[in-house]
């Protein structure tokens, strides 16, 4: 397998993807600019074009998103924005009353000057009432997957295991991955 770089400021996600994928990855933290888009897959593709450019070899970048159904999709990958404006609490208030309906969705690209791949998973869900759960990122806390008791926050480790890989398409990737070698 390639060495590869992982474009996150999160150095447990490069953790928890090298496990998965088996194989070491390197981690960097590159702050890169983030189109204004509801459209996933074309944030992603500017984002992993402009990583490749900066580290000059093969990349991963990954982005989420939290679409709430009666919102028309918002906050989606603005989700982050969201949070540093409003607490969990707000958001949650803000479809009382009204379809709970949500989708948390994440995209991986991969980039290494020839191949080009973009590997999508989502899971549904409603928003909670009120935030729950720690040690969850982002709308965790918020955000009850469909077939599971409880927010995201509040999973037990095999469960938030079965969400998160369902969510992050982390098996597309490393299959991906182990053929292109």
């Known amino acids: 397998m390639k060495n590869i770089t992982y474009i996150t400021g999160n150095q447990k996600k490069a953790d928890y993807l090298a496990s998965y994928l088996g194989h070491p990855i390197s981690h960097k933290k590159v702050d890169l600019d983030e189109i204004q888009s509801l459209d996933l897959k074309k944030i ?3 984002k992993v ?11 991963v970048v990954e982005d989420t998103s939290f679409e709430i159904k009666t919102l028309g999709g918002l906050p989606g990958p603005f989700i982050k924005y969201f949070l540093e404006r409003m607490t969990y609490e707000d958001i949650c208030a803000l479809v009382d009353g009204k379809d709970r309906s949500a989708t948390g ?10 191949h080009e791949e973009y590997f999508e998973g989502s899971v549904n869900g409603t928003v909670s009432h009120k935030p729950a759960g720690e040690g969850a990122f982002g709308f965790g806390r918020i955000f009850m997957p469909e077939g599971f008791n409880g927010t995201q926050a509040e999973l037990n480790k095999e469960d938030h295991e079965k969400m998160y890989t369902t969510m992050k ?3 597309q990737l490393a299959d991906f991955l182990k053929n292109l070698s």
């Open 44 to 46: 992603i593709q500017h």
């Open 49 to 59: 074009r402009q990583a490749y450019d900066i580290v000059k070899g093969p990349v």
């Open 105 to 114: 969705r994440c995209v991986f690209g991969y980039f290494d000057g020839e």
């Open 169 to 171: 398409p982390i098996k």
